[in-house]
């Protein structure tokens, strides 16, 4: 790919903020220390390492748990205006329950946050970033429709306990992936794989624990500690492969309600509820699969206006756009599942590489996916949450670089050309960290972390001088060093 010609704008508004993201299950470790106990994703790793590409696990992880004020010096010096980080459930509540508040985990993020302060570092803080406790999981999990109450009381002790420190929360990264590709799916842990059912079970619970702990946070909180509050919500944009393509154009709109729609809609219309399309369709698949209600539950009216409005900003994660070839059953489908209900074949044959097999580089995509946001959702204030590029951990890693360059330029041609109101951005990730399922064997960090190694050294790449170039001019770095030289122009 040859990049040629002049950005069309440069610099960020005033006011636009930068961070990074990380989530404690990806960078803590100490996993059995300071009175932590298991996780969803400590069982799976440790019961079943086949199911990490590396058979690694998160028991050391990037270490920071000890190694916490090195991630603030690592913040200080990219000069971010906020650090988004995750508590971890079972640090903070061992027994999953609030019965028994853990004081050395309340003690471990107090500190954390001390640290941050004394930086001038906003924290936006996470409270669900996919480690649900075991002892919760052992109930059912997302599927169990009391973990509404468990999860309110969860935000209960935390907005107590940090909320004086806090005027940023996100209550859960990436619904779609927790009840997708945990439940309805082995992509993550603790891997249910009951497809097409525990899907939606969980995001009925999601979407109402979600709306209770917002509204927690309103009546008992927001006048003493006066926070926002949001959910972040993670897209793989669908686009129609051939964009003159009628079917293609309509079952890609199709597609992106039951991906980011899912969790959106429900939140962020007037309207309210699941989208149309997706009530329809799996409606009409579940009967014609023979059972005897739709697998999608929707909501009452109860339940419709007490999720409706529930988020201060949209919070988007983006990372990729794939596309819709056509209309039937995706080969990858499983049966019933939420890839079959949507009816449509798709392909990530587009765009440009990572490590990752599901990123592709399709900066246009997320200028789309941002201008489909402000018409469905009226016009919301956003917040990108997360957004970055896995390689296999060079230090001169100009694939990210671009990366960003590209996706960043795109932010700022929707601002400036079309009105959305985009507010800030978080790249993913301060550090290379447990990548899931992926292990260490794919890498998103800004420092490269050596993992033979188990102090975890940390070593900057050349992204954190770009980023930090960007940082103290608001400004996309024009500089030749940060191009690729076997890419740059003669
Ligand atoms: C985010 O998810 C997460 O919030 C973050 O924790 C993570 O580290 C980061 O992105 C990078 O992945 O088809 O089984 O190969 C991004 C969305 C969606 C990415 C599911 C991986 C497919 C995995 N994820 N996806 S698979």
Redesign the pocket.
């Known amino acids: 790919v040859c990049h040629t010609g002049m950005a069309k704008y440069t610099k960020f508004p005033d006011g636009f903020t930068f961070g990074v993201a990380t ?1 404690a299950h ?1 960078i803590e470790g100490a996993w059995n220390e300071g009175g932590k106990t298991e996780n969803v994703w400590d069982r799976l790793s440790h019961t079943r390492p086949e199911m990490i590409a590396d058979g690694s696990n998160g028991d050391i992880a990037c270490n920071s748990y000890h190694r916490y004020r090195e991630d603030v010096e690592e913040l200080v010096n990219l000069g971010v205006d906020f650090y988004r980080f995750s508590l971890s459930w079972a640090r903070i509540l061992p027994t999953g329950f609030s019965d028994t508040v853990n004081p050395e985990g309340v003690e471990y993020y107090n500190n954390l946050l001390d640290a941050l302060a004394e930086n001038n570092i906003e924290p936006l803080v996470t409270l669900f ?2 480690d649900l406790p075991q002892s919760l999981q052992d109930l059912g999990g997302w599927s169990n429709p009391k973990m509404v109450d468990y999860f309110r009381d969860y935000s209960d002790v935390c907005f107590r306990e940090f909320g004086d420190k806090i005027k940023s929360w996100i209550t859960f ?2 619904p ?2 927790i009840c997708e ?1 945990a439940y309805g799916d082995e ?1 993550k842990a603790p891997a249910v794989n009951s497809h097409g059912v525990a899907n939606y079970l969980c995001s009925d619970t999601l979407l109402k624990a979600h709306a209770e702990s917002y509204h927690l946070y309103n009546e008992s909180y927001r006048s003493k500690q006066d926070g926002r509050i949001m959910i972040s919500i ?1 897209s ?1 944009w669908y686009e129609p492969s051939d964009p003159k393509n009628a079917e293609q154009v309509a079952l890609a709109e199709v597609a992106n309600q039951f991906k980011f729609g899912w969790f959106a809609h429900p939140i962020f219309t007037e309207q309210g509820g699941y989208p149309a399309a997706m009530i329809e369709n799996v409606a009409k698949q579940s009967s014609a699969e023979g059972f005897s209600r739709s697998r999608l539950e929707q909501f009452d009216d109860y339940w419709i206006e007490r999720i409706k409005g529930t988020s201060d900003f949209l919070g988007i ?1 983006h ?1 990729t756009t794939h596309l819709i070839t056509g209309s039937g059953v995706d080969p990858t489908a499983k049966s019933p599942s939420w890839l079959k209900d949507i009816g449509a074949v798709t392909t990530m044959e587009v765009g440009g590489d990572s490590a ?4 592709r580089v399709v900066p246009s995509g997320f200028a789309n996916l941002l201008r489909w946001c402000k018409s469905a959702y009226n016009d919301p204030p956003i917040y990108i949450t ?1 957004n ?1 590029f ?1 390689d296999r951990g060079t230090l001169e890693d100009y694939g990210r670089i671009q990366y960003f360059n590209d996706y960043l330029t795109e932010i700022l041609n929707v601002i400036n050309d079309d009105g959305v109101n985009v507010l800030g951005y978080t790249a ?2 301060l550090m290379d ?1 447990f ?4 292990g260490f064997s ?1 890498r ?1 960090g800004f420092y490269y972390v050596d993992i033979t190694d188990p102090a975890r050294p940390r070593t900057p790449k050349l992204s954190v001088e770009y980023f930090k170039q960007l940082l103290a001019t608001r400004e996309l770095p024009q500089d030749e060093r940060f191009k690729d030289p076997s890419v740059r122009k003669h």
Do not use: C, V
């Not at 990752?356 to 990123?359: A, F, I, Q, V």
């Not at 990548?435 to 992926?438: F, L, S, T």
């Open positions: 989530a990806q970033h996919w990264n990436e779609y992936e590709d992509k993670n793989i994660n990372y990752s097999e599901w990123l997360e970055g896995s993913w990730t960290n990548e899931w399922r992926a794919e998103f």
